[in-house]
């Protein structure tokens, strides 16, 4: 699975021009399904997103976790993240997985997410989205995991 964590003290996602997930300090995450990825994966990447230690410790230094900080998650599906431009200027989003598995693995990256956190905010999967953030940082960290 891939996905991009950025650091923020704020940010919402809208779709349809109504406010479907947001939250104060925390981590907003797009999230990336790929073809060979199970609930394995997804769990992984939670596992990960929640002891990620990327905010600031007593002594400035990035030593703390989301758990640590009781910050929220802001979970939103981004296929392009999959993204190849290696073949021109055209993206190719085959490295994605298809629709249906990528709706079940965001929906199980959802689910584990909130078993093991408080807040966890979404997007809506195969919207429209639009997401508004404040980086704080800036931190925006890719990760895949396999």
């Known amino acids: 699975m891939l996905a991009l964590v950025q650091r ?31 609930e394995v994966q997804a769990s992984k990447l939670v596992d990960k997103l929640l002891k ?9 230094k990035m030593n703390r976790s989301v758990q640590d900080v009781q910050g929220g998650l802001l979970l939103v599906s981004q ?3 999959a993204a ?20 079940v693995l965001y929906e199980a990256v959802l689910r584990l997410a909130r078993e ?8 809506e999967f195969g919207a429209q989205m639009q997401v508004e953030l404040i980086n704080d940082g800036p931190v925006t960290i890719p990760l895949r995991v396999v």
């Open 52 to 60: 990620l230690r990327v905010f600031a410790d007593d002594s400035g």
């Open 116 to 123: 093991r956190h408080a807040p966890v905010a979404a997007g």
């Open 84 to 103: 190849d431009t290696t073949g021109g200027n055209r993206p190719s989003f085959s490295g994605a997985a298809p629709p249906a598995l990528g709706r």
């Open 8 to 38: 923020v003290s704020s940010a919402s996602v809208h779709a349809r021009g109504a406010t479907v997930g947001a939250i104060h300090r925390g981590l907003l995450v797009l999230v990336c399904a790929e073809p060979a990825d199970t």
């Open 79 to 81: 296929f392009t993240l």
